[in-house]
């Protein structure tokens, strides 16, 4: 099953350990293929975002809006609705993730 992550919850004033954090319980615990989705001409620009603060080894691949289909985290129209992705916004996404798995 795949989690599509909204790229620009890796941006402050998110967390970008939060957002490890979760892929890596999404990877691990979840058996869940992470994607990032990026908007269009940003793909190389996040992906070096990431890389920079260790962030990327849980993420298969950075794709286009609407490429793949799967389970939606993000600010809008998601499964899994945050604002932003930080240490108070955590524990939500981690049950959600874990009811996945029930």
């Not at 058996?31 to 190389?44: I, Q």
Request: glycine share 6%; with cysteine; hydrophobic share 35%.
């Amino acid at each position: 099953m795949i989690l599509k992550i909204q790229a620009a919850l890796t941006e402050p004033p998110s967390s970008v350990t939060v957002f490890r954090d979760t892929t890596l319980y999404a990877s691990a615990f979840c058996d869940l293929e992470v994607l990032l989705e990026c908007k269009p001409g940003t793909r190389s620009s996040y992906w070096r975002w990431l890389k920079s603060w260790g962030a990327h080894d849980f993420v298969e691949e950075l794709v286009r809006e609407g490429e793949e289909g799967g389970l939606y985290l993000g600010k809008e129209r998601a499964n899994i609705r945050v604002d932003e992705l930080d240490h108070p916004t955590y524990p939500f996404v981690i049950d959600c993730l874990r009811s996945l798995r029930r």
